[in-house]
């Protein structure tokens, strides 16, 4: 092993262009949108919009109707896996993730132990598997049967249960692009006709997420799948991988040959939605986020949609379209100044292949404001 004096030191402009090549940002990949699926190991996916404008900050030919029509045929499904979160994942992903994530989601349902007293939970979970096998059904129809079973428990921690003992999709129409429809649920083994798989191995767990946001720390390996102990794992893999350290001493691991370009290498204006991966899988965020801006992302309860501008946060923005989808308005806030004309001129430019790609608007503006107040 390295010693502390001989690993290189990763700076802050290191990192972030050696994430954004893999997080496919520095430029657009000429991928599928199922390949970029299962190379990222899945999109975030609290609202339904998000993955879509993920994918077209990511890939040269992307269109919103690609991913509907994977989710469609169930190629692609939105579930609950990392970090307690909805997440759009390959089929296959999600049937070995959500087994590797299980013991987090089980002690989820420890949290709620007080509003689940009397409650047997090999019940719970035989009841609402039951349940949903006879058709999708929305939580509020899987909690009222539960409570006739137990009408002293917590509402809350019953569904709280019942989506973490079981993996549980979000059926079609809900998540299809320029479509609306209720949460409902049905069981993953189901919906994809297919059984749940034994646990993804946590050694090639760490092959992926390096492959996808390396180089990291064990912690924030653990941030982004809400996992603990996996030092082991790391440990294990040290003889495979490369390491390095941070400006802090933190000890980063890498797969030898993952791209970690110049430090100066252009990074182009990207727009990303709000609950970005990029974002949120890395225990220090400083790569992608200046410490004078951490925090600025969100306000109250509101997630902004972000925007880099030479690979790191810069601003927030905002898509305005009119009920008819005629007119769609671009809105962007830069932070810290107005930026220079130069830089103004290629976010401007990227905004336009925003309007272009993710709405059908015939008039369209791209006008820098204040989003945040």
């Known amino acids: 092993m390295a010693s502390r004096t001989t690993q290189p030191v990763l700076g802050p402009r290191a990192l972030n262009r050696a994430t954004l090549a893999r997080q496919l940002l520095l430029t657009r990949a000429e991928l599928s949108a199922r390949e970029a699926v299962a190379h990222l190991v899945g999109l975030q996916a609290q609202n339904v919009k998000p993955p879509y404008f993920q994918l077209h900050a990511r890939l040269a030919r992307f269109r919103p109707e690609e991913l509907s029509a994977l989710m469609e045929s169930r190629e692609v499904v939105r579930m609950v896996t990392l970090r307690s979160t909805i997440h759009t994942h390959t ?12 013991p987090a989601r089980d002690r989820e349902v420890g949290y709620f132990r007080a509003g689940l007293a009397g409650v047997d939970l090999e019940r719970l979970t035989e009841l609402a598997r039951a349940l949903v096998d006879a058709g999708p ?59 749940v798989a034994e646990p993804a191995s946590p050694d090639e767990a760490v092959r992926r997420y390096l492959r996808a946001f390396g180089p990291a720390s064990v912690k924030d390996m653990q941030t982004w799948a809400g996992l603990t102990r996996m030092r082991a794992a790391f440990e294990r893999l040290r003889p495979e991988l490369v390491t390095f350290r941070d400006q802090a001493g933190v000890e980063l691991f890498d797969l ?7 430090p100066d290498t252009p990074a182009p204006p990207r727009f990303l939605p709000e609950f970005d991966n990029l974002l949120l899988s890395h225990a220090d965020r400083g790569r992608v986020v200046p410490a004078d801006l951490k925090g600025r992302t969100w306000k109250g309860n509101q997630a902004y949609c972000t925007l880099l501008v030479d690979g790191f ?13 005629d007119r769609a308005e671009l809105v ?22 925003l309007l272009a790609g993710m709405t059908t608007a015939t008039r369209t503006s791209v006008r820098f404001g204040s989003i945040t107040g």
């Open 91 to 102: 089929a296959e992903d999600a049937l070995t993730l959500r087994s590797l994530v299980q």
């Open 137 to 195: 059904r929305t939580m509020a129809e899987i909690r009222e049967a539960l409570l006739k079973e137990w009408p002293d428990a917590d509402p809350p921690a019953l569904s709280v249960a019942a989506r973490c003992r079981l993996p549980l999709v979000q059926v079609t129409p809900r998540g299809l692009w320029g479509r609306s429809g209720q949460v409902r649920l049905a069981h993953l083994e189901q919906w994809v006709g297919r059984s």
């Open 256 to 262: 030898p040959d993952a791209p970690r370009p110049d």
């Open 313 to 325: 946060l810069a601003g927030v923005w905002r898509l305005d379209e009119d009920r008819n989808g």
């Open 332 to 353: 962007v806030e830069l932070f810290g100044g107005s930026g220079t004309k130069g830089t103004r001129e290629e976010i401007a430019a990227e905004g336009e292949a």
